[in-house]
């Protein structure tokens, strides 16, 4: 059974630039998470939907940041314009949210770096 | 909002000793607490979860404990081997009953063994 599938796993590019990274969650899922892992910050919480709709964008850094989730099986996060200090690994994850059932799986990760 | 402390952000043990990894979290309504296994280039994995209706739960060489009234939980691996060499993160969320909530997690052990 696939797991958390993100797209790219690797991104360079250079400050300015728009960047959308992809993520389709375990087929069944009704939660999708993204979250960013730094070295000063740990992991944190960006965004997360439930059904398809956004609960908490708290975590979002700034008006630069952009997420979306057009359907159950797809999410994008967009960066528009990215700085260097974007550069992280973005995680998305999901879980079966209803039902009290919570485990996270997380994909593998893009690795950002903004030049 | 939920902040969880982790201690300690290094942890050497001889191979087939125990380790012990502590978190306190500050929000008394949390009542889910997972923990993750990180290795390198990869994403999270939870290892073990426990909520906050039990004290202790088990899975092998794998142990977590929570104390709600001193808001604290520990995660302890006995018999430890080379392949537990990784970045073990703790996390708390809470369920409302709506569906999931995002994770607030730990900055991070990284447990080392020592053949």
């Known amino acids: 059974d696939a797991g958390v599938i993100q797209s790219p796993r690797h991104e360079v590019t250079e400050m300015g630039q728009e960047v959308t990274l992809r993520c389709k969650p375990i087929s069944g899922h009704n939660s999708l998470f993204w979250y960013r892992q730094t070295m000063m910050r740990g992991l944190e919480l960006l965004i997360y939907?439930?059904?398809?709709?956004?609960?908490?964008d708290s975590g979002m850094p700034e008006d630069r940041f952009s997420a979306k989730m057009p359907n159950a099986s797809f999410s994008t996060l967009k960066i528009q314009p990215s700085e260097p200090r974007d550069s992280a690994v973005y995680f998305c994850?999901?879980?079966?949210?209803?039902?009290?059932?919570?485990?996270?799986?997380f994909g593998p990760g893009t690795r950002l770096l903004v030049l | 909002g939920e902040n969880v402390e982790q201690h300690p952000s290094t942890l050497s043990v001889q191979e087939g000793d125990s380790a012990v990894i502590k978190c306190t979290y500050s929000d008394s309504a949390s009542n889910y607490f997972p923990w993750y296994k990180q290795e390198l280039g990869k994403g999270p994995q939870l290892i073990i979860d426990i909520r906050s209706n039990v004290g202790e739960k088990k899975d092998q060489r794998i142990a977590v404990t929570l104390n709600k009234t001193a808001k604290h939980f520990s995660l302890h691996i006995t018999e430890t081997q080379p392949e537990d060499s990784a970045v073990y993160f703790c996390a708390a969320s809470m369920y409302s009953g709506g569906g999931a909530d995002g994770l607030t997690f730990g900055k991070g052990t990284h447990l080392i063994i020592q053949p």
């Open positions: 994850a999901s879980s079966l949210g209803a039902g009290g059932l919570k485990t996270q799986y």
């Open positions: 939907f439930n059904n398809n709709v956004p609960i908490d």
